[in-house]
């Protein structure tokens, strides 16, 4: 039989497919030519039992939620002998529900099985991972003659930004199975894995309007819309059928993808469904909307229901912000929250990394609030504000008269207050050493001894930890523990400083916007111009201050300049200066009032500190803007070509664009306005 298997192999790749699928001849040439395997020698690889936790915590909270939809799918397909599994995006099996007749049970799909194609050839998992779409591999159709009487279905699930995140298989172990009854059970394995895809992209993009248009792929396309048309996310089945890409998400609007009627349906009018037409080819569609779900309804990422009264009394009386008010609209932002939403309920511990200022507690305790310790105590503690001879005692507690000055009753400390809770340690990476070897048993074992006390407290809690230290290198100047760093780092994520965020302008109106407390009060253009191009040094939090000042600094209910600049270095902070167009010169138009400004000559003494002269200055960006257009000429407006040419990174690119006023089209030089202003809405 091996012989038969090996020449049954060698035929379909000499002769062609000789009947079967295309994709299977495909696998079976790359287990050969590729993998180097023998169909006759299978080598499934199964992980221990610690590497199969370490696959689940990083699946997170995301596999709670599929698993729901396998054992209602089972239900469906039990009956045919076949068991249920979830595997992730190496191929791993990390949750599984078993037929109750264990007659056709695969012990090969068993928890912790690894089905890469590489490994397990010709495959449901494996095959689909590589193939991006739904898989049927029926008895033969297998490369190793072993798994030749089993049968197997599989079906990728996408997230909400279109990346891979597991796959649904159904298998069984019937060689007498027929080939009818497979396919029945195909079909059931591509809805269930486009029932969770829209759970996800609907629980991801919940506070926002999601469209579902038809789709020539199985699962419809969902496009999810702010209030005012803008697109702001895209499914995977829409970003291949309208070509959207990572960069246009957030700079198009639904009216780039449509026709636009004459008179625009209403946002309502769209949520009972409409017919538009598409752009690219003319084709009518039936679409219709989701409205944004309540932040108090139930699912595993609203709002708890105890939460909400905690949110309205936020830090110094003003609401508290939500993990979406955090992320806004910066790609790196909302990678960021998808991981930490995975990770949701796992008992991973997260770092948080990030210059001073970037809102680090702010994103803490949004997740806290948000999270399922949401009932429970969310206590912060700073690592760095307080003296190193009273860190041990605040953190761990003390019992009485355990030293002078001791409180008689003793004290808890942040540990045993936040039992139960989240514990925010803020800047982790100031820690003394010899009180990181203390929190690493801690964290190890989940009990605490307060000094003077021979008690022990068994503790549950999450730890959030921040720092806007270099981690890597305090490790390697032996400041901050190795295994620490890797016990915190259940999660990291990385928030990056307010000049690099794709968003900056709409949380400069944002952060306005909270601070005028219902005021119609708003930046003129020119102040809103040198605010996008300020370094904030500060970031966030010198935004907030820098926005509660002028608010009571402006004239006529605008924000000038001088209203910014008053008792601050924000004039030298400015990254450009533009010295064609000053306040003064601008129309007062649409409720601009003209405003006194500092003359260019101050402007340059304010930018004496960086001992760059304004003509040098002016003429170096005048270069860089004309070797960016440049590059998008010679490119074509192909992004990834123009970045190479540059030698910048995306985000810099970007960055680039907005300050400089280009966009991606081929008519940069233009100075009369005439070019489409680039968002830098990513």
Wanted: hydrophobic residues 40%; aromatic residues 6%.
């Amino acid at each position: 039989m091996q012989g038969d298997r090996r020449q049954s192999v060698g035929l379909s790749l000499s002769e062609g497919p000789l009947g079967v699928s295309d994709w299977r001849a495909a696998s079976w040439r790359r287990c050969i030519v590729d993998y180097k395997l023998d169909p006759a020698s299978p080598g499934v690889y199964v992980l221990s039992s610690r590497e199969l936790k370490h696959q689940q915590d990083a699946f997170g909270g995301d596999l709670s939620i599929a698993t729901l939809d396998v054992e209602h799918a089972l239900s469906m397909v039990e009956e045919g002998g076949y068991s249920a599994h979830i595997a992730n995006r190496l191929g791993t099996i990390v949750a599984e529900r078993r037929s109750r007749d264990s007659t056709y049970y695969c012990p090969t799909d068993r928890l912790g099985a690894v089905w890469s194609e590489p490994v397990g050839g010709t495959n449901g998992i494996g095959t689909a991972i590589l193939e991006q779409r739904p898989i049927s591999v029926y008895l033969s159709d297998h490369f190793f003659a072993e798994f030749t009487t089993q049968a197997c279905v599989a079906a990728p699930f996408f997230g909400a930004t279109g990346e891979l995140m597991g796959v649904l298989g159904f298998s069984t172990r019937n060689s007498a199975l027929p080939e009818s009854t497979q396919r029945v059970i195909f079909g059931v394995a591509r809805r269930v894995a486009e029932r969770l895809e829209k759970k996800y992209f609907g629980d991801f993009y919940r506070k926002r309007y999601i469209l579902t248009t038809p789709s020539s792929e199985v699962t419809p396309s969902l496009i999810a819309l702010d209030d005012e048309f803008r697109i702001v996310g895209a499914s995977r089945s829409a970003r291949q059928q309208f070509s959207l890409s990572d960069s246009s998400i957030g700079s198009l609007s639904l009216w780039s993808l449509f026709e636009r009627p004459t008179r625009p349906p209403s946002m309502d009018r769209l949520c009972t469904g409409v017919e538009l037409r598409r752009l690219m080819d003319g084709e009518a569609a039936s679409v219709r909307a989701r409205a944004p779900l309540q932040p108090e309804g139930r699912g595993r990422y609203l709002v708890p229901a105890g939460a909400a009264a905690i949110r309205k009394t936020g830090t110094a009386g003003t609401a508290a912000l939500t993990v979406d008010d955090c992320a806004g609209q910066d790609p790196q932002m909302l990678r960021n929250v998808e991981v930490l939403r995975r990770i949701a309920g796992s008992g991973l511990h997260v770092l948080l990394l990030g210059e001073s200022g970037v809102g680090k507690d702010t994103l803490a305790r949004a997740l806290h609030l948000e999270g399922p310790r949401s009932q429970r105590p969310f206590i912060a503690f700073n690592c760095a504000s307080v003296p190193e001879t009273l860190v041990d005692s605040e953190l761990f507690g003390y019992s009485g008269g355990a030293f002078t000055g001791a409180k008689r009753e003793g004290h808890a400390g942040k540990f045993v207050q936040a039992d139960g809770g989240t514990l925010f340690l803020d800047e982790i990476g100031d820690m003394p050493v010899s009180l990181q070897t203390r929190l690493l048993r801690v964290l190890e074992t989940g009990e605490v001894s307060p000094l003077g006390s021979t008690k022990t407290w068994h503790i549950d809690l999450q730890i959030v930890a921040a720092t806007h230290q270099n981690l890597v290198q305090r490790m390697r100047e032996g400041k901050f523990r190795q295994d620490l760093f890797f016990r915190l780092a259940g999660a990291i994520v990385t928030i990056p400083a307010l000049r690099e965020r794709m968003d900056l302008e709409d949380l400069i109106q944002a952060v306005l916007k909270q601070c005028a407390d219902g005021r119609d009060i708003h930046l003129s253009q020119f102040a809103l111009r040198q605010l996008l191009n300020y370094d904030w040094p500060g970031n966030i939090r010198e935004l907030r201050n820098l926005m509660q000042r002028a608010v009571h600094l402006h004239q006529n209910g605008v924000i000038g300049i001088d209203a910014l600049s008053v008792g601050t270095m924000f004039l030298s902070g400015l990254r450009s200066i533009d010295t064609g167009v000053t306040e003064a010169a601008i129309s007062p138009g649409e409720g601009l009032t003209k405003e006194v400004i500092p003359s260019s000559q101050q402007v340059r003494r304010a930018n004496d500190e960086e001992s760059i002269p304004l003509r040098a200055r002016i003429a170096a960006e005048t270069a860089e803007r004309r070797a960016i257009a440049d590059a998008i000429g010679a490119s074509g407006g192909n992004l990834a070509s123009c970045v190479k040419m540059l030698g910048m990174s995306r985000a810099t690119f970007y960055r680039k664009l907005k300050r400089y006023r280009l966009s991606m089209n081929q008519n940069n030089l233009s100075e009369n306005g005439g070019a489409r202003k680039f968002s830098n809405r990513a």
